[in-house]
């Protein structure tokens, strides 16, 4: 059976300095419930790993706006003014990564691997620094795998187990972040008895998960 804790024990696992892979996509499908509770217990020093700021009233946005990010590897940050004038005012460190490499590097982590190799950025800034391997007189760039101390995603619903389904395209990130934490913490809509899923609709196996949260209603 996996743990089911209250989004306050949750927050209260991470630590300053932790490295935190947070599930969404511009806030859809975001674990609200455990960000609300890290603003309010005041995690602070965190490195964020994310697709997306999202915006500065959701998601993981609200991290930004307190103050409660030191770092981050992102993709997107369009939506979010604070995070630009953070990063302009060199009060936050920010690795831009291509969307597509950013996932692999995480979910090679997951996957016990040591990193992946990608053409996307040779002859940008994006190789800077890195090593750059041959195969086939094809060039690639050597991109090091993303580990996180903290996976926190957001699923519909969950067994007992800990295996989770996921409401469309809410699912995006989530599945490969909860892979890529050393631990991971879902927060769901529902938990069901074991069985009650069908195996068919079980896209993150619970043998990935380690605690669950149950989303607060809106």
Known sequence: ?????????????????????????????????????????????????????????RGVGKLIVNRMVTSAQVSHMGTNKTIQAQMNAREIEIELIPQGTLMERVRAFGAGLGGILTPTGLGTIVEEGKQIISIEGVDYLLEPAIPSD?????????????NLTYRKTARNSNPIMAMAGRITIAEVDEIVEIGELDPEEVITPGVFVNYLVLAKEN
């Open 1 to 57: 059976m996996v743990q089911v804790i209250s989004a306050t024990e949750a927050a209260a696992m991470v630590k300053p300095g932790s490295r935190i892979a947070i599930g969404g996509f511009l806030a859809v499908g975001a674990p609200e419930t455990i960000i609300d509770a890290m603003v309010e217990n005041e995690n602070n020093n965190l490195h964020m790993i994310v697709i997306a700021s999202d915006w500065e009233n």
């Open 150 to 162: 903290f996976a926190l995603i957001k699923a519909h619903k969950a067994d007992k187990l800990g």
